[in-house]
């Protein structure tokens, strides 16, 4: 028997042991994996093409790191 995700049809999370869709939180499809739809998969293409994703790096010399390590 395989389970359900509690009956509400409108839902917009994976059901368990399913990955969810990184922009929607549906869940993933074969074809677009991890994302359900070619849409999802071009608008999380868009976010990162407009910078709206960011790696965050920290400067040089805050907090003591990227220093010399060699001060054991």
């Not at 368990?16 to 929607?24: D, E, F, L, S, Y």
Request: charged share 25%; proline share 7%.
């Amino acid at each position: 028997m395989t389970q359900t995700g509690g009956g509400s049809g409108g839902s917009k999370r994976a059901v368990a042991g399913q990955a969810a869709c990184p922009v929607c939180g549906k869940p993933a499809e074969a074809a677009h994996r991890p994302f359900c739809s070619d849409r999802c998969r071009k608008v999380d293409l868009n976010r990162w093409l407009s910078e709206a994703y960011r790696v965050p790096a920290a400067e040089p010399g805050q907090n003591g790191e990227n220093q010399s390590e060699s001060e054991d």
